[in-house]
């Protein structure tokens, strides 16, 4: 039984930055694959960025070189460092939990937390 909350959305200016957090409880934080998705009106969620326990990292194309994802095992939380943001980042960011292997795709992941929501305006 994990759980997982989300912190740190908000409205940014285009080119501005954020920090999201997601924080965990209920499981072995080290050992799970943890991913960011995102879902923006009207369109399906989609992945953004995972990191394994071991430190492999993989970022969606649209996204690499702007943001940055990083865990604290110590503190049981994940973060994503957003920057050089654009309205088409407007979305509610999920963090997601996976025990299995290292996964992109959504379905495979088995724990998700409520969403945070991002504006960036232009």
């Known amino acids: 039984q994990v759980q997982l909350v989300e912190s740190g959305g908000g409205l940014v200016q285009a080119g501005g930055s954020l920090r999201l957090s997601c924080a965990a409880s209920?499981?072995?934080?080290?050992?799970?694959?943890m991913g960011w998705f995102r879902q923006a009106p009207g369109k399906e969620r989609e992945f953004v960025a995972a990191?394994?326990?071991?430190?492999?990292?993989h970022y969606a194309d649209d996204v690499k070189g702007r943001f940055t994802i990083s865990r604290d095992n110590a503190k049981n939380t994940v973060y994503l460092h957003m920057s050089s943001l654009k309205p088409e980042d407007t979305a509610v960011y999920y963090c997601?939990?996976?025990?299995?292997?290292?996964?992109?795709?959504?379905?495979?992941?088995?724990?998700w937390g409520q969403g945070t929501q991002v504006t960036v305006s232009s």
């Open positions: 990191t394994s326990w071991s430190g492999a990292i």
């Open positions: 209920g499981g072995t934080f080290s050992k799970y694959v």
């Open positions: 997601a939990a996976d025990g299995g292997l290292f996964t992109t795709i959504l379905s495979r992941y088995d724990y």
